[in-house]
């Protein structure tokens, strides 16, 4: 698999990940999504909305549009989990986009990213690997968050694997969001 399959492959799986923890997050009131809870933030919206601005954060860097800190204000954009979740997959779909054009060269090419005292420069690559890591952190977070609550967290590593019958655990979210494996997974 090359570099770029691997990254696309990373694209589709944060976005079907979001999708599964987004659904069973809808099954709970705003209320309990506003909770006070045991965490890095202090609830699961507050740290849903931190998934997506920094997506917007990361992504306009690599779109080359970085937003900065402004990505970041307010803090908790979207306090109605439909708005989350319509712009989640907004930036998803971005991300899926931005990986599907990468190339040798692009993958090597300096992402500027604007922080309070410097201009943080990190090639393409990396910046993609530590927004999927930062993603999939957080995700585990609201996943345990979950645990506290009446909704049984989502299962969410059943999306590599091959096998016919490990596919058709994730047949139905795929199809939710419009993917087919052979879009994941095929070359371009």
């Not at 986009?97 to 300096?110: G, N």
Request: with cysteine; proline share 7%.
């Amino acid at each position: 698999m090359t570099p770029e399959r691997y990254l696309i492959a990373q694209a589709y799986n944060n976005a079907w990940a979001n999708h599964r923890l987004l659904r069973a997050c809808a099954l709970l009131s705003s209320e309990e999504l506003a909770a006070p809870r045991q965490n890095f933030f202090p609830s699961i919206i507050h740290t849903l909305n931190h998934i997506l601005t920094v997506d917007w954060l990361y992504i306009g860097a690599l779109e080359g549009d970085c937003p900065g800190a402004s990505a970041f204000e307010p803090e908790i954009p979207f306090p109605a989990l439909a708005d989350l979740d319509r712009e989640q997959r907004a930036a998803d779909h971005r991300l899926i986009d931005h990986c599907r054009s990468l190339t040798d060269d692009t993958l090597c090419a300096e992402v500027r990213i604007p922080r309070y005292m410097h201009m943080q420069v990190e090639p393409t690559d990396r910046i993609l690997l530590h927004l999927f890591q930062h993603q999939i952190h957080h995700r585990g977070q609201v996943h345990a968050m979950l645990s506290a609550t009446g909704v049984k967290p989502p299962q969410l590593d059943e999306f590599f694997p091959s096998d016919p019958a490990e596919q058709a655990l994730r047949a139905q979210d795929l199809a939710e969001l419009g993917f087919t494996e052979s879009m994941i997974w095929s070359d371009r």
